[in-house]
């Protein structure tokens, strides 16, 4: 292959963009043959193309959360490879789900496969997907453990077919330790079939440019990534930055505690020139609990936020190439840098949400006009298990309810979407109800939720799940219940995370943030999911606005909750109107 060989703009742009859809096209494919609704109805999952060095060259429109720790997931597979002294053959489909090779948190199982075409190696097609139960003692894989040890089934990788052939006894150990086996076999298929599509598209422009033109073209998508990203950066202002927030707890109580307890994150964000400095030192310790986050986790936090913040309209393919201008820098053995064994199943979205969010903050000191609010800043994750009622059979269920989205400089927040490293869907209620033994008794937008401001924050979701027939294995998974999502330049914080159980007699308690119960049958779980928060004083917003925002019910009308420093907000509805 020629180093010094340029791709004419015509060819470039044609293949960059059939790279592009080869990764889509591995997501209609898995949506459509996966069995679990977190992943057919919610879209839990993110598909990618990879050059032969483990780069993403390609990610489909997926998760922002594994913008930084795919590409770890396909070189922890080239490097295992590597290792053995081992090469690669057409037919072979790798598996592994371990957080400290290139993983995420365990549920979160990747499937790597190498493509070829005429027997030379053009890169690998990655489904990082989440099953909803990966074993551990608690269904669903939720429970506030104190080492990963017990998170559930972690697989190093693995070669789960050589050449085309299924080693059964790799898929023996992995279908012995998941509840819902046949359930976890389908959405298995899914990302295998998902990546044969990518694989045969790679072959398929191998065969029309040849090998070579091709291996080039992905080289240079990403050296474009790169050059845009500076190219936007040296377009903002330079200067430096820091924030500090605490998060709610780990799920580990101390004996006679009541609730867990917070700690800190510090983060501090330097630009020069088309680079970016980003360094959490004074982060707390690595905690008891799974709220320790990988460093490729911290990396997805903070890749989400830049790319958000100096790439608003999406100019820039998402691929490797992007974050060569940024580095991370975070302290070893902290909760934003886990050391073995340390349990870290809830940071993988949790921290990476308080990352993202706590990067807006920090870029606020010198580029506040691209920055947004804290939006809700969890993924209120409830899960489910047990036996269903009405077959016999066991169950898991994994959902993320949504909650607010920040206010932006000029224009309010968005109510009950999946904001920042998310990118989920709702789980319609019919699949829900036909899949599992609950029932559903409301799901609505939680009025005034949302932070005061001149942009107001978008408000939340809350929801009551009625559980039917037998008792249910629950874990909860939450943040933003001790600190409320901040609000930018004036605005104010949008409302908290509460959570509830409702038992048959009752009674009623209010849960933590983290960790197992039982739900008996009959009873409830009530999410409150944190709005967000707003951006500018709340005097600077228009009446008009406030006008409605009044009407429609999102600012108490006797100012308690939101005061937006007026003594008659009835005289802004009638003024309003007028």
Not at 258 to 287: C, M, N, W, Y
Not at 390 to 399: I, K, N, P
Not at 441 to 462: F, H, L, P, V, W
């Amino acid at each position: 292959m020629n180093a010094n060989a340029k791709t004419d703009p015509a060819t470039f742009e044609i293949v960059k963009n059939s790279l592009y859809a080869a990764a889509e096209e591995m997501k209609v494919v898995l949506a459509k043959t996966a069995y679990s609704p977190i992943l057919k109805a919610a879209g839990d999952y993110s598909c990618g193309v990879f050059d032969v060095t483990g780069n993403m060259v390609a990610q489909g429109p997926d998760l922002p959360i594994h913008l930084g720790s795919m590409p770890d997931a396909v070189k922890a597979v080239i490097q295992g490879v590597v290792e053995r002294s081992d090469e690669f053959q057409p037919g072979d489909i790798f598996i592994h789900n371990d957080p400290y090779f290139g993983g995420s948190h365990l549920p979160d199982v990747n499937v790597v496969s190498p493509a070829f075409h005429d027997g030379l190696l053009l890169g690998f097609a990655c489904v990082r997907a989440h099953w909803p139960d990966i074993g551990s003692a608690t269904p669903g894989s939720y429970g506030a453990v104190t080492e990963i040890f017990g998170e559930g089934l972690r697989l190093p990788p693995v070669r789960l077919y050589a050449a085309g052939v299924l080693n059964r006894d790799v898929d023996a150990i992995i279908f012995c330790n998941v509840r819902t086996p046949d359930e976890r076999r389908g959405d298995l298929n899914a990302q295998i079939a998902a990546n044969r599509r990518g694989a045969a598209r790679l072959s398929e422009l191998a065969d029309k440019y040849g090998p070579d033109v091709l291996m080039r073209i992905m080289g240079e998508v990403m050296d474009y990534s790169e050059s845009m990203m500076r190219a936007l950066l040296r377009d903002l202002p330079d200067g430096e930055g820091s924030f500090e927030d605490f998060c709610d707890g780990d799920g580990i109580l101390e004996p006679g505690a009541t609730e867990d307890e917070t700690f800190i994150v510090r983060i501090k964000v330097t630009k020069t020139g088309d680079h970016l400095v980003v360094d959490f030192a004074g982060s707390d310790p690595q905690v008891a609990g799974p709220m320790n986050a990988p460093l490729s986790v911290t990396a997805s936090g903070v890749y989400t936020s830049v790319k958000m913040s100096v790439d608003p309209t999406g100019m820039i393919p998402p691929n490797s190439g992007c974050w060569r201008s940024v580095t991370v820098i975070a302290p070893e053995g902290s909760v934003v840098n886990a050391s073995f064994p340390a349990p870290v199943v809830y940071a993988n979205h949790e921290m990476s949400h308080r990352i993202s969010d706590m990067m807006f903050g920090a870029l606020a000191n010198f580029m506040p006009d691209r920055v947004m609010a804290c939006s809700q800043g969890t993924s209120a994750i409830l899960t489910l298990g047990g036996v269903d009622y009405r077959t016999g059979g066991r169950y898991v269920s994994y959902e993320t309810i949504k909650g607010g989205f920040g206010a932006r400089p000029t224009k309010d927040g968005i109510n009950c979407v999946a904001s920042g490293i998310s990118n989920t869907m709702n789980t319609p209620i019919e699949v829900l109800e036909m899949s599992f033994p609950v029932r559903v008794e409301y799901y609505e937008i939680t009025a005034d939720s949302g932070g005061a401001g001149k942009y107001r924050g978008g408000c939340a979701a809350r929801r009551a799940w009625r559980i039917l027939g037998n008792d249910s294995q629950a874990a909860v998974c939450c943040e933003r219940t001790k600190s409320p999502p901040f609000g930018l330049a004036g605005g104010r914080a949008g409302s908290p995370m509460r959570i509830t159980l409702e038992t048959p007699d009752g009674a009623s308690r209010e849960l933590i943030s983290k960790g197992g119960f039982t739900a008996p049958a009959d009873s409830r779980v009530l999410f409150e999911v944190p709005g967000s928060g707003g951006y500018g004083p709340p005097s600077e917003r228009d009446p008009k606005s406030l006008g409605n925002d009044l009407r429609d019910g999102y600012v108490s009308m006797d100012g308690a909750r939101r005061d937006y420093g007026v003594a008659d907000p009835q005289a802004l509805i009638d003024n309003a109107e007028n």
